[in-house]
């Protein structure tokens, strides 16, 4: 018997990879600005989105939202009564969305074409870890915190919020009463992504959201 | 719990890789995981066994290389490893460094085959090698 060592220096997510760069070259060419919404369960990632949805649309930019969960369309559901048109991606126990799904969601989706948006959100499925390792070809990737969770979240989750280009607080309307650390919040965010943008936001009172519109606006023109 | 999905990815590289070598089995693979890339070991090691059970990887061994993160640090104009993934400041002046050159990497470096005498040598491909000796060169790079 030989032995032989083959060297293959191949990305392990490497299908994932290539058919994400194939949804950016799509996105790009259509001219529509992809998030990819990353958080724990219970953070209000469809809350904030469901608002988000509700502001552009009122200030007449056409929007849409693909939402993935293990089961159940209720964040579909609650998206929707924006008047937004919306896809739930049920994962089936996956704890993430990878290239593959958003394809197939993107292609099979009847009325929506990717020329006819401004903004695409895509809300992962509620996990810290696992989104962080798949690219779904977005051009802004989104990591949310909520006061109740604890400020060292960006700590115990590095990998997902180095990986992020934004972070959003949410449920800013009850950090007092939670007792929640703004200021170590944002230093421990800096301390695992320098530099990062920081937006605190309540979907119930609308605090914050005009900064994070404006954020939005901005990565519009820039593209 | 992304293991799964992961493990199952690397069967499929490295079983069309390994295609190439007909008659050769897979003995090793070997891989590259930055500290960022958000993967657990023994959950991967645990989910390899689960994933190459009864498919012509049964019995390969997972090797796991753990790279540290290194940052690009502006005011000392140099790369540096940092301890841990707690803090991505540069541990020569202590400045923050959003600059990342390792730590999110998952690939497959490399694989070991064994292969019948009697077949030839695989196709032509600078990148191959036979080992020779073999067992020299695993010592090696197992310590």
């Known amino acids: 018997m030989t032995t032989r060592i083959v060297e293959l220096r ?4 490497k299908k994932n990879d290539e058919l994400a760069a194939g949804l950016r070259g799509r996105f790009t060419s259509a001219g529509v600005l992809v998030l990819n919404l990353v958080s724990s369960p219970g953070t209000g990632k469809t809350a904030f989105l469901e608002r988000t949805l509700r502001e552009l649309r009122a200030r007449g ?18 998206l929707a009564a924006s008047g937004a048109p919306v896809r739930q991606i049920n994962t089936h126990g ?21 020329a006819g948006l401004n903004y695409l959100f895509i809300e992962n499925v509620g996990n810290l870890v696992c989104p962080s390792s798949y ?32 972070a959003v607080i949410t449920k800013m309307d009850i950090a007092v009463p939670c007792g929640f650390d703004r200021e170590l919040a944002l230093k421990n965010l800096n301390e695992i992504r320098p530099g990062m943008r920081v ?4 979907a119930k009172t609308g605090a914050g959201m005009e900064a994070w519109l404006a954020y939005l606006a901005e990565q519009v023109q820039a593209s | 719990m992304h293991e799964l999905s992961i493990a199952a990815s690397i069967v499929e590289a490295v079983t069309e890789s390994a295609a190439a070598y007909p008659g050769a089995r897979v003995k090793e693979v070997r891989l590259r995981v930055g500290a960022l890339a958000s993967v657990v070991e023994d959950s991967l090691q645990f989910c390899w066994e689960l994933a190459t059970e009864d498919t ?5 061994r997972l090797v796991i290389r753990k790279l540290p ?12 490893e940092i301890d841990g ?6 541990p020569r002046c202590g400045e923050l460094a959003a600059d990342l050159r390792q730590g999110r990497e998952l690939e497959i470096e490399s694989i070991e085959l064994e292969e019948p005498d009697s077949e030839s040598s695989g196709p032509a491909d600078p990148k191959t090698h036979a080992a020779d000796p073999p067992e020299e060169r695993i010592s090696e790079e197992r310590i």
């Not at chain 1, 849409?64 to 159940?72: I, M, R």
């Not at chain 1, 290239?99 to 074409?113: K, P, Y």
């Open chain 1, 135 to 166: 690219d779904l070809g977005e051009r802004i990737r989104v990591a949310l915190l909520s006061v109740t969770e604890g400020e060292d979240k960006p700590l115990k989750y590095p990998g997902l919020f180095n990986s992020a280009d934004a």
């Open chain 1, 94 to 114: 996956i704890c993430h969305l990878d290239a593959e799904m958003i394809t197939r969601n993107l292609d099979g989706w009847e009325g929506v074409s990717l």
């Open chain 2, 56 to 60: 012509p990887l049964s019995g390969a």
């Open chain 1, 199 to 202: 937006f605190e936001t309540s």
């Open chain 2, 69 to 80: 993160v290194v940052v690009h640090c502006d005011a000392c104009g140099v790369d540096a």
């Open chain 1, 61 to 78: 930019a056409r929007v849409a939202a693909l939402v993935g969960d293990l089961e159940t369309d209720n964040d579909a559901r609650r």
């Open chain 2, 85 to 90: 993934v707690q803090s991505f400041r540069c």
């Open chain 1, 10 to 13: 191949r990305g392990i997510l």
